[in-house]
């Protein structure tokens, strides 16, 4: 049974998923827009994060325009420039496989030329991030987002991280002023 976090609340996916193996999450996005005349394109990426919260390359800021970190632990299924459905857009993250330099794997999700459309998460209904095992499809985690900021457009939404061998999930729920360029920097990485 899946756990519906609070935005700040974490728990750990090695322990929901119980006897069944941890090897393979997909970390799933859906949205919809709260006005249903007017498309939003949603994009979620994720930063590989060390221990002191800094992206160490840019290979580890992993999004639509580079779909796969090197590692191949980290993959992201596509671009949805729509949403509306449900699983919007998938990353998928091999667990064994993500370096051992990274702390955590942060879920950041920009609204996609907020500014030039006027757009902001406070017209976002029913956005969500939810953590399912691909050993049997089991859904570990979920974090809706209940309330939308008017006039942001940058979020991390949650992360995976590392508990000694085990991995856990945090509802993040944190807005980032400036949007992606400014995020990003936060975290180390200058967006290009």
């Known amino acids: 049974m899946a756990i519906s976090l609070a935005k700040g609340a974490s728990m750990s996916l090695t322990k929901a998923a119980g006897p069944v193996p941890l090897d393979v999450v997909q970390v799933r996005l859906g949205w919809a827009p709260a006005d249903g005349d007017q498309d939003f394109d949603l994009d ?5 994060l060390d221990p002191l919260g800094r992206v160490g390359n840019p290979d580890d800021f992993v999004f639509y325009n580079n779909l796969s970190h ?3 632990s980290v993959v992201h ?4 420039l729509v949403g509306g459905g449900a699983d919007d857009e998938v990353i998928v993250v091999t667990l064994n496989h993500v370096p051992t330099r990274v702390d ?10 907020a500014a030039t459309r006027g757009q902001h998460f406070g017209q976002v209904d029913d956005a ?9 499809e089991q859904e570990l985690a979920r974090f809706d987002l209940t309330q939308g900021a008017a006039g942001e457009d940058c979020l991390a939404f949650g992360e995976l991280y590392r508990d000694g061998e085990e991995w ?3 509802a993040v729920g944190e807005y980032h002023r400036g949007g ?11 967006a290009s």
């Open 180 to 190: 992606l360029a400014a995020a990003l920097a936060s975290y180390g990485l200058a």
């Open 168 to 170: 856990g999930f945090a």
């Open 104 to 113: 955590r794997a942060l879920v950041l999700v920009t609204i996609h030329e």
């Open 77 to 80: 299924a596509g671009d949805n």
């Open 70 to 72: 090197d590692s191949g």
């Open 44 to 48: 979620a990426s994720m930063l590989l």
């Open 128 to 136: 969500y991030i939810r953590v399912v095992n691909m050993a049997n």
